[in-house]
């Protein structure tokens, strides 16, 4: 005769259960909040985008990636030691239309480059979420936020 073996199973108490998925409903909005979650295919919401503060200026962005500083002297607030000696910004991108490329991130903020020569770049933070395109001055920690304007 065979012995019948008695098959074991592990009993999760229903409450157990719905703790589990309210937790993991906790840690998803956590990581949406933060902008960790991924966006694929992101691109540049077309518009004007104004800076915040007491300085006047704004970035005009059209289809394409196509971005163009107006009334903001670049070579006043990004100069330094970053750049080659003898760039001139304001006439590379005040007025111009200028394609920058998008570089894919896993934690939802990304950056926006245009390359100036074969070491330097223009690089912008682009938060898809706030609409916000933030430029950084090379080596410092200062920053300059442009908004979406609402037409």
Known sequence: MEEKRKK???VVPKGFIVLIIIFLGLV???????????VFHVKLEPG???LVGKDEGSMIVSEGNKIMFKDFD???HLKGTYYKQGTDLNSMFLNNNRTFRI????????????DVDEYHWLEIDYYPREDKLVL????STTEFSFVYKET
């Open 74 to 76: 670049l070579n006043k």
């Open 103 to 114: 570089l894919n991130s896993w934690n939802g903020i990304y950056s926006v480059l245009y």
């Open 28 to 38: 998803s909005l956590y990581i949406y909040d933060k902008n960790l979650f991924p």
């Open 48 to 50: 004007v985008y104004e």
């Open 8 to 10: 074991r199973s592990i």
């Open 136 to 139: 950084l001055k090379p080596g």
